[in-house]
């Protein structure tokens, strides 16, 4: 089976989910996922799913890069669960503003959830693109 990295874009009531084949290397939203207490049992069945070996975790900043609340939060939901697999994080400054700007450009009808999962794309094309 061939490998696949997952990305989260986290927020505290939903979370983006992408994913992108180690290989081919081409990120596409997955899924969003409620934060609640089914959330690590959605995402160890994603990890099981797709053979999952990396996880990216979009790490928000504000607009100098400084940490805020937020990058804290992020920080501590991930210290809190339980995965088996790599974990790397990557910044996420305005990639939620992107991911609305490609969906109105796009003139299509899309929802919070659109946004999320593809925020997390974005993510995992800055992550990719960078490993290059």
């Given amino acids: 089976?061939?490998?696949?990295?997952?990305?989260?874009?986290?927020?505290?009531?939903?979370?983006?989910?992408?994913?992108?084949?180690?290989?081919?290397?081409?990120?596409?939203?997955?899924?969003?996922?409620?934060?609640?207490?089914?959330?690590?049992?959605?995402l160890q069945s994603l990890i099981r799913e797709h053979d999952v070996s990396e996880v990216v975790v979009g790490l928000p900043r504000n607009m100098n890069g400084e940490e805020t609340a937020q990058t804290a939060y992020v920080k501590k939901f991930i210290d809190n669960l339980k995965l088996n697999v790599t974990v790397h994080f990557q910044d996420e400054t305005l990639t939620s503003v992107h991911a609305a700007d490609i969906l109105v450009a796009k003139k299509s009808a899309y929802t919070k959830e659109d946004i999320d999962s593809l925020a997390a794309t974005i993510i995992l094309e800055d992550y990719l693109?960078?490993?290059t």
Wanted: proline share 4%; hydrophobic share 40%; no cysteine.
């Fill in 129 to 131: 693109q960078e490993k």
């Fill in 1 to 42: 089976m061939t490998e696949t990295i997952l990305a989260l874009d986290v927020g505290e009531k939903k979370i983006g989910v992408a994913r992108a084949n180690k290989i081919a290397a081409i990120a596409e939203p997955l899924v969003t996922l409620p934060n609640d207490e089914n959330f690590e049992t959605s």
